[in-house]
């Protein structure tokens, strides 16, 4: 039987919401990872929504390396969106 197994190649740091007292400051997070981009952008836009500070990017050996830090999630979400949309065929003239 042949298995096929997909490596993933994509990883998205989440902040962890914070439970009880914690002794001193500090900054918990937890990072899932994913085998396409595409996984990875449903992942990062769920945390997201629920207004979770999310960076992402790719796992070190895969080229071309990629690191989406927070204040680019928003324009990377945007991509995934831009390339789905059905091409604009409305006549102007």
Not at 67 to 81: C, E, F, T
Request: hydrophobic letters at 35%.
């Amino acid at each position: 039987m042949l298995v096929c197994v997909m490596i993933p190649t994509w990883y998205v740091t989440f902040e962890v919401q914070q439970r009880g007292i914690l002794p001193r400051q500090r900054s918990p997070r937890e990072t899932k990872t994913f085998a396409t981009e595409q996984e990875a952008k449903l992942f990062a836009r769920a945390k997201r929504d629920e207004g979770l500070s999310v960076f992402a990017g790719t796992i070190n050996p895969h080229l071309p390396r990629r690191v989406i830090p927070s204040s680019g999630i928003n324009a990377w979400l945007a991509d995934d969106q831009d390339s789905a949309a059905p091409p604009d065929t409305s006549n102007s003239d």
